[in-house]
């Protein structure tokens, strides 16, 4: 399902309760797998702030893990969640996503990972989601990220909802629930903004060429992209033209360094600047 679909369903699943801010889809990968349908249920927006009402979807047992890079932030969202979601077991933290795999060992299963979008390692946040939804863990985005393009790559790689930290904690505890219990979470306006966010082409860009781009569009010379990449000058070339290459049938071309450098902070290969007029020189 397109999410221009999903956005109709949404107004579907909304009308008649204008007070209704949330829509929940279907079991799936947002836009990614499957057809997707209005999921007639209850809303976040339904459950208020209230723990008691949020505890009624409640399952006996819950195993979450929360990636963010901010120790305060993980501290009062683990708190918080407490309060609403009391079966959880032991649930994991940490700052990035290689160091949540460290965590779980061999072990491997959470029903959530709560995900901060934009990490301080500077790992892409598509990569991120797809690493976790390889290993079979389900991805709840959470996030003050407002590029669409960038949360649209991270649906493709198959996060099942988002939720955004200026979000109620009911509101994150009623996703990670539905997300628990194999259904995909969306309100309405995530909805409207990734249909807007399908006229905004992003092109698929192979693991090596993505690396290649974001190297090169922080000003390093191709000889340092190619000893930090651990491949021939020519080689990490070839990745970077592969790119721009896609971005040229996107019509998005991307000509010079400072050109590679908005398309890779437009797409979230790049964190965006303090101010954005001032990209690297070339």
Not at 72 to 82: D, E, K, P, S, Y
Not at 119 to 127: E, F, G, M, R, V
Not at 130 to 148: F, H, I, K, S
Not at 199 to 217: C, G, I, K, N, T
Request: with cysteine.
């Amino acid at each position: 399902m397109s999410t221009r679909e999903m956005t109709r369903a949404a107004d579907s699943a909304t009308s008649g309760d204008a007070e209704r801010g949330d829509c929940v889809i279907s079991r799936g990968r947002l836009g990614v797998h499957g057809d997707l349908t209005a999921y007639q249920g209850l809303s976040a927006a339904q459950f208020g702030t209230s723990a008691a009402r949020v505890g009624d979807m409640a399952t006996s047992t819950l195993q979450l893990a929360v990636v963010d890079d901010h120790p305060a932030i993980l501290r009062g969202v683990l708190a918080g969640l407490q309060e609403f979601l009391p079966q959880l077991t032991s649930p994991l933290s940490a700052a990035t996503v290689s160091d949540l795999f460290a965590a779980l060992g061999g072990t491997g299963f959470l029903d959530v990972v709560v995900l901060d979008v934009q990490l301080a390692d500077d790992s892409d946040p598509a990569s991120n989601v797809a690493r976790l939804v390889d290993a079979g863990l389900p991805v709840l985005l959470y996030t003050q990220e407002g590029r669409r393009s960038v949360i649209s790559r991270c649906f493709k790689a198959g996060a099942s909802g988002i939720v955004s930290k200026s979000e109620e904690l009911a509101t994150l505890a009623a996703a990670i629930l539905q997300i628990s219990q194999g259904q995909a979470f969306l309100n309405a306006e995530w909805a409207a903004a990734l249909e807007d966010a399908e006229d905004w082409p992003v092109p698929d860009l192979a693991p090596r060429e993505a690396e290649a781009l974001r190297l090169y569009a922080t000003g390093l010379p191709m000889k340092s992209v190619a000893r930090r990449m651990q491949v021939a000058e020519d080689t990490a070339k070839e990745y970077l033209d592969r790119a721009r290459q896609k971005y040229a049938k996107a019509g998005r071309p991307a000509y010079s360094k400072v050109d590679l450098y908005i398309r890779a902070v437009e797409d979230g290969y790049l964190p965006a600047p303090q101010d954005a007029t001032q990209p690297p020189l070339p």
